[in-house]
């Protein structure tokens, strides 16, 4: 327990810090001489939630520009914090892997996914290839997630169908994706979405303007 007093104040502020080793919901409530937080599994306080991936970042820069004045850890970066802006007037619960600038392994991130049971686990990258001509959006899907219900290659058709025709960029179909960790080791419906490449011209000139994130 941290206390922190203002100078000049009789007051003081009470911070407490607790790690656990799972990830919970929390409901806090109190009486007249407790505080109690009450923590829940995540599906027992949320309708739906969501898990939104920033790919790479920190010292995992992920692909680059020629160049190299632009990084995918930014790019990725920036269309999410532009996502988070849409969602966060929404009622959805969305936790985020990253909303800035951090290094961050890919298990942690789907482990993430998978404890707080999401409905959705989607990742944003862009794409590169040796050769310069490759262009247009893409999504990874886990093709091991068979069977009835909403699965990861459904998730992946609607990624795509909602995608292509806002960003107007070359639609490069589904891809079976389950060698990547992120999308193989994933247990929930997984898209991970390859919005563009930036070893194109074109398509890195669309992706760095403000307005097309």
């Not at 306080?45 to 520009?65: F, L, P, R």
Request: aromatic share 10%.
């Amino acid at each position: 327990i941290e206390y922190r007093q203002k100078e000049g104040s009789t007051s003081s502020t009470a911070i407490i810090n607790i790690s656990l080793d799972c990830v919970y919901a929390f409901v806090i409530y109190q009486d007249d001489n407790y505080i109690y937080v009450d923590l829940r599994r995540p599906k027992d306080v949320y309708d739906k939630i969501v898990v939104i991936d920033a790919g790479h970042g920190g010292k995992d820069g992920g692909t680059y520009s020629k160049d190299k004045e632009y990084f995918e850890k930014d790019v990725n970066l920036s269309i999410v914090l532009k996502l988070k802006e849409i969602l966060d007037k929404k009622d959805i619960k969305v936790y985020y892997t990253r909303t800035e600038d951090k290094t961050l392994y890919l298990n942690p991130r789907v482990n993430f996914a998978n404890e707080v049971e999401a409905d959705l686990f989607i990742s944003i990258h862009c794409n590169s290839s040796e050769s310069s001509k490759p262009q247009g959006a893409e999504v990874l899907y886990n093709e091991n997630q068979t069977g009835y219900g909403f699965t990861s290659k459904r998730l992946a058709e609607i990624a795509l169908e909602e995608i292509s025709p806002v960003i107007g960029r070359v639609n490069r179909g589904i891809v079976p994706g389950s060698e990547m960790v992120i999308v193989g080791k994933s247990k929930v419906p997984v898209a991970l979405i390859e919005v563009a490449f930036m070893s194109n011209q074109e398509d890195l000139n669309f992706l760095v303007q403000e307005d097309n994130k």
